[in-house]
């Protein structure tokens, strides 16, 4: 395969960059929009507020609605406390593998996608081929959500979206949204020995956790017929619950870390309104009584919407022919993809390794992986040149 020299070359510089979620992801995209200038494409860098992250967005061809859209992330989770074999930032290759911190998630696609850039830039015509590199996919898909509104505000929607996330190289159709929230209670301190003279944040904490498990019940209720995910309904997790100092004190603040998994948009909606309600008619209202500076704020720490699996989805369809494929599964865990389709753009996300290496020490990519993954994207270009 004559681009698998190229594409382990790029991996081992993409994998050099150092772009845990924590730090800046800038050197890694001016190299990537070095490479796709150099093959002609016409490419554009949006950094975030601060100036230290940035997403890409590169496109081959002409300036059309529509075409095909190569999406990956630059984000990288810690290697801290991870018993590697290897520096995880210095690929090697073992084995019919390829070792380093990302390879899978998803330096390796995104390697895969700039090498084929050339052939690529000599076959497209009348459909253009985009690409899109994020940050922060690892902390709440902060970065393709901006993108997003930048296509929106640009008038740009691609046709189809391929996003390159570990499937073992399956075709993915769906997997549920992700929202994330730090719901904080701020009540009033005092002795354990009153506790009518103080709010106690923990006790209203306790009671916005019960209605939480009450809603995860209510939930199994609500879900769809013939739901392909497993389990077929909306889930919310309470992932801790932070507050108090000592027993003998009434504590003043307290904090509940919780996510939910939308299997539709609408129960993201039921849940947020019955907790608006629960808070501002029953809990609020208590807590001030006592103290009118008590009160219960609720931080998003991030919103990604599920993709929804489509019975009209042109990018499946592609896929399916490009690999060979019968079918098309679903996944429990979360990618870019539901962001993208949100635009009107049919989306699928499939790439090479297995989510079974990510984020672990010595993580992976099988050269076979790598090899598929070239094979489906060459077969790309030729549809491009058809």
Known sequence: MHHLDDTKALLRHLIAFPTVSTDSNLAMIEFLADQLSAVGARVDIHRDATGAKANLFAT????????????????????????????????????????????????????????MAPFYAARVKDRPIHFAFTHDEETGCIGAQALAQVLRAQGIRPGIAIIGEPTSMRIIEGHKGCYEYSTHFTGLEGHGSGP??????????????????????????????????????????????IGGVAHNVIPGKARVDWEMRPVQNGDADFVK?????????????????????????????????????????????????LTGANGADTVAFGTEAGIFQSLGTAAVVCGPGSIEQAHKPDEYLSLDQLEQCLNMLERLGDKLAA
Not at 200 to 229: D, I, S, T
Not at 287 to 308: C, K, N, Q, Y
Request: net charge negative.
């Open 60 to 115: 081959l061809g002409p300036d059309t609605d529509g075409g095909i859209l190569l999406s990956g992330h630059s984000d990288v989770v810690p290697v801290a406390d991870q018993n590697w074999s290897t520096d995880p930032f210095e690929m090697v290759e073992r084995d019919g593998k390829l070792y380093g911190r990302g390879t899978c998630d998803m330096k390796g696609f995104i390697a895969a996608a700039v090498a």
């Open 273 to 321: 309104s019955n907790l608006h309600e629960f808070c501002t008619h029953t809990l609020i209202p208590a807590m001030r009584s006592v103290s009118p500076d008590a009160d219960i704020v609720t931080e998003v720490i991030g919103e990604v919407d599920g993709l929804i699996p489509a019975d009209d989805n042109e990018a499946k369809e592609i896929l399916m022919e």
């Open 196 to 241: 009518d003279r103080g709010v106690n944040a923990v006790e209203y904490a306790v009671r916005y956790v019960a209605r939480l498990l009450e809603l995860k019940e209510q939930l199994k209720g609500r879900a769809p017929a013939n739901g392909r995910f497993e389990p077929p309904w909306t889930t919310i997790n309470t992932g801790a619950l």
